[in-house]
């Protein structure tokens, strides 16, 4: 082999080298964010679930317990939603969670809202 074939063949290593370290590199980031998110996500649910049930007790007094629907982001905020059952002193109850604060931002029982801090 010549000077030129031998030159193309390292210079295709070393960049199939860097490639192959640039992707295992960002697939390490990749699975270091999905698994810092875990943590965050278990306490937004954790505040949740101790605010909103006690709230929608408090405005209709039927306890819930487990939400039908949840929605979040996965970083600012976390809505919960319930479906009233048979007995229930509603039909629907939406209950939305900021992080930042920790605080219920809305509350919405059978279309009323009751809070909503965007509002103010």
């Not at 006690?54 to 039927?62: A, D, E, Y």
């Amino acid at each position: 082999m010549g000077k030129k074939q031998n030159i193309i063949i390292v210079v295709a290593g070393v960049l199939v080298f860097g490639f192959l370290v640039f992707s295992v590199i960002n697939q390490s980031n990749k699975n270091q964010e999905s698994v810092s998110q875990v943590p965050s996500l278990v306490a937004m649910q954790g505040m949740a679930n101790q605010k909103c049930p006690k709230l929608i007790q408090n405005k209709t007094g039927t306890q819930v317990h487990f939400p039908s629907k949840s929605d979040t982001d996965k970083k600012t905020y976390l809505t919960m939603e319930w479906t009233g059952g048979k007995g229930s002193n509603f039909k629907t109850a939406s209950c939305t969670l900021l992080v930042s604060s920790g605080t219920v931002s809305k509350l919405v029982i059978d279309d009323q809202v009751l809070i909503d801090v965007a509002a103010k």
